[in-house]
């Protein structure tokens, strides 16, 4: 892996699409923020990764020759989210994951589209197509409907299936 040094995303044009390491840097200067190598490293972590990660996660997606300490990476983490280019979220399993704004929001525009079914057991969630419209609540005069969420909670096939196995022995 190629790193980028101070000087390679010193503009716009520098930063080549696809290169985590120049836009977290450019990012980081955007904020006027130093640019140090946990936060250029923990940054484009989360700019690579297609979902939300736990602090662990993050520790195991980075480089192992940059050698960021635990600690480190939570008071990364926290940074970036008092910047305003994370947000923190704790799971169902009050893990908390950390993710990009604006991954969280194109999550969301695509997931105002249909439903969901979360498994209570593996805490899995699944995308359910989506029969027509749908169908928004009544509200009271003068408040205005963004998005419907419905979430169905229950226990997936497969969970259901090791659950009946597990029974039957």
């Known amino acids: 892996m190629t790193r980028t040094t101070p000087h390679a995303a010193a503009s716009d044009d520098a930063v ?10 450019l990012r980081l200067r ?4 130093r640019v140090t190598q946990p936060r250029l490293a923990i940054l484009a972590c989360l700019i690579e990764a297609p979902e939300p990660l736990t602090h662990q996660a993050v520790i195991d ?12 990476v939570y008071r990364v983490l926290d940074w970036l989210v008092d910047q305003g280019l994370a947000q923190k979220r704790a ?5 908390f994951r950390f993710s990009l704004v604006e ?15 979360h498994c209570t057991r593996c805490d899995r969630t699944f995308c359910l197509e989506s029969a027509g419209k749908s169908v928004a609540p009544r509200v009271p005069n ?6 419907v ?18 029974s039957a022995h």
């Open 16 to 25: 080549m699409p696809g290169d985590p390491l120049a836009t977290a840097q």
């Open 30 to 33: 955007q904020l006027g923020a």
């Open 61 to 72: 997606h980075l480089p192992a020759e940059g050698d960021v300490d635990r600690v480190t």
């Open 91 to 95: 799971g169902n399993d009050r893990v």
């Open 103 to 117: 991954h969280e929001a194109a999550r969301a525009e695509v997931h105002r589209q249909h439903s969901h079914f």
């Open 142 to 147: 003068g408040f205005a409907v963004e998005h």
């Open 149 to 166: 969420e419905l979430t169905v909670n229950g226990i997936c096939a497969e969970c259901g299936r090791s659950h009946g196995d597990a």
